[in-house]
């Protein structure tokens, strides 16, 4: 793993096969691009979302008003920074199997993984680590369905990732969010989105009713993957991305989203993906990102599920 600031200052591990955490952040800055031999315009982004979260290294046990409260609370939970993962624009299938091992190597060791992508590929071999962990409820946030079987021959690419998760028989619900305007998906790839089962609210059915018709559809206590691409949020707080559209999810839609899934269900693991630093204004986006994993990590702190492990 490359040496690289962490995140907010947090404490470090370098060797995973050391790791002894509660939760553990890792950057993934390469999976599967659609411009082979070439780093996807994510490539920099766990880098950039380091770099905007370094104004919180000294900040940690300040008052943060988005959770009542200090960021770890003073709940023993914790919380390391492992690196980036290597990885290589040429080699997608070598960068798909080390992000499923090591991803695997997290779990194995009862660490939530939060990955810092990195395109919207990486989910797909990120989920893959989870096979005969159980039975996971998905939930997207996204402007798009992501549902292509493929795109110039590519099938594990950025706009194929929910069509592969679909097929994944460790997942059992898909519940995609925040939906508008118009990306890859044909008239063909919603009717087989439709024909899975795949909830699909659009970002319109969110600003019209609100984040708790989302949580509605989770099953109380499920075991839950939440992946976020930054397009899903609306361009004015996340410009940073490759394909910017109106109307995108709120900050504070996104962030009671975030609470109320760590309230309602168990969640296994997170990533964040398709943050493009060339395109962001002020660092308007990487600051909303990082904010996202604060909340992200403040509300799973404050949730029941590291209670055996800090009493």
């Not at 970002?203 to 018709?213: F, I, L, M, R, T």
């Not at 949580?215 to 361009?235: E, S």
């Not at 168990?266 to 986006?285: H, R, S, T, Y």
Request: charged share 20%; hydrophobic share 40%; glycine share 10%.
């Amino acid at each position: 793993m490359r040496n690289v600031n962490s995140f907010a200052d947090l404490p470090v591990c370098r060797n995973l096969s050391a790791l002894s955490a509660d939760i553990a952040i890792i950057g993934i800055p390469h999976g599967t691009s659609y411009r082979q031999g070439e780093p996807s315009h994510s490539s920099n982004a766990p880098e950039a979302i380091r770099r905007a979260a370094r104004r919180y290294g000294d900040m940690i046990d300040h008052y943060d008003f988005d959770l009542g409260g200090p960021l770890l609370n003073n709940s023993g939970v914790r919380v390391v920074d492992c690196g980036d993962l290597p990885g290589n624009p040429s080699d997608p299938a070598g960068n798909r199997r080390v992000i499923t091992e090591k991803a695997r190597v997290i779990l194995d060791a009862g660490a939530v993984p939060i990955v810092l992508g990195g395109d919207d590929s990486i989910p797909i071999s990120f989920f893959r680590a989870y096979k005969g962990l159980g039975v996971f409820t998905v939930v997207q946030v996204d402007a798009h369905i992501d549902w292509r079987h493929e795109i110039n021959g590519i099938t594990q690419g950025p706009s194929s990732t929910m069509r592969r998760v679909s097929e994944m028989a460790w997942i059992d619900r898909l519940i995609q969010v925040g939906m508008r305007g118009v990306g890859s998906a044909r008239m063909e790839e919603v009717a087989a989105a439709k024909a899975y089962g795949a909830e699909i609210i659009t970002a319109k059915e969110v600003h019209d009713g609100g984040v708790d018709q989302v949580l509605a559809l989770v099953p109380d206590g499920a075991a839950c993957l939440l992946t976020i691409d930054c397009d899903g949020l609306d361009p004015s707080i996340m410009p940073g991305v490759n394909a910017p559209v109106p109307g995108g999810l709120t900050y504070r839609q996104v962030i009671d989203l975030v609470h109320g899934l760590t309230k309602k269900v168990c969640l296994k693991g997170f990533d964040l993906v398709e943050l493009m630093p060339k395109n962001d204004v002020n660092g308007i986006a990487a600051l909303t990102a990082v904010r996202i994993i604060f909340n992200l990590i403040g509300s799973l702190v404050r949730s029941k599920y590291f209670v055996k492990r800090t009493d």
